[in-house]
């Protein structure tokens, strides 16, 4: 007999948790490490002042199709609510697929019968799917999101283009990689209707993935350490240390990147990819929360408001019973950063008093500011592989290479590489040391 490979996870944010879920589901015991005491990483809950919030607002879309994958498997498909495509600013643009058009002919209805934007705004926006399709969305490395939309009507991009590359990579479109975006057009609006879908969370971060994942490893032998920080990663012959625990056999570092640097600090064959991460930039993301004594409501769950410095509202009575409040969301650089949260707060309220009739002010207002939500991803950026130089260490995050932005889908994804790696690796293993007998 053999014994079994000892296998560690650092990092029980989306990615950490999506590769203990593949290991579990493989019949791998492992072990996660988790520095807080709430699962999620940059997408979990917090709770501030009795209420349970989120430290941001994340949409998921259609085609996510391993996180989407994952919830069923951890038994989590009803914490998200499907939507067909439906972006809209109150009473200036509307553009809604309806459910009973197959691909492609639901977006050509979408962008055609879109209100608010003129017969020319239409025609360039179809236009530029055209193009890039035809393309098979493959674009210059070198290229910005702001110059794929060059000749695009401005009032198109202030609207549509800009928007969705904001809220989908996090970086604004004169900073934005234009191939990314495209590669997230290709598998939204240029691939099935259902791609398309908009999937609002319908309850806070944790309880949507990682807390039904942690449930789904502790039930199959697994066990999640909670409040326990990883500083550094040693390797020695029988294994890699994590602050004396171990030694382990495989070890996946599912960390945020700019902790990644202090954490292989001991490890000279990795000084590489802690100066390639250590030259990662990063954009914010803030969230505030406005609480009303009456209700709220928006004509939509998830709106858009415009000329301000909130970019997209959504209706938390709609969609998490929690009357009353609203949480909006800037993402990126930008003069917001300046601000007080008390004067965000009211200038976000300025904005959606513009869309809610007889808005009152707020009772309460809570801002979340992550600092460096996500990774600046910018063009001919090079992310850094699954695989490190080391046998045994794996790399999960939305930061590692893939042809995605820094979203859940992305951190997923890599999570379940990271997985069917080490699967692969202790595979092959216990065959190699497995009784002739038994082969």
Known sequence: MTRAHRIAVVGGGYAGMAAAVELARAGRAVHV??????????????ELDGRRLDNGAHILAGAYAETLRLLHLVGAPQGLRRYPLHLEYPDEM???????LPAPWHLIWALASAHGLSLAEKRAAIGLMVRLKASRYRLADNLTAAQLF???????????????????LNTPAERASAQIFANVLRDTLGADRQASDLLLPVTDLSSLFPDPAARYVEARAGLIARGTRIGAVQRRADGYLLDGNGPFDQVILAVAPYHLPALIDGLPELAQLARQMAAFD????????????????LPWPMAGIADGHGQWLFDLAALRRQPGTIAAVVSGRGPHQQLPPDE????????????????????WHRVIVEQRATFDCVPGLRRPPT??????????GDYVDSDYPATLESAVRSGVRAAASVIEQTSCSQAQHAPAAAR
């Open 387 to 396: 695989q490190t130089a080391l046998p045994g260490l794996w790399l999960a």
């Open 33 to 46: 490490f988790e520095a807080s005491r709430t699962l999620g990483g940059r997408a979990r809950a917090v």
């Open 94 to 100: 509307l553009v809604a697929a309806p459910r009973w």
């Open 344 to 363: 965000l707060a009211a200038r976000i309220h300025d904005q959606a008093s513009r869309i809610v009739p007889r808005l009152e002010p707020p009772i």
């Open 150 to 168: 060059a000749g695009q009507p401005a009032r198109l991009c202030a609207r549509l283009w800009e928007p969705l590359c904001l809220a989908a």
């Open 282 to 297: 990063y954009q914010p993301i803030v969230t505030c929360y406005l609480g009303y004594a009456g209700a709220a409501d």
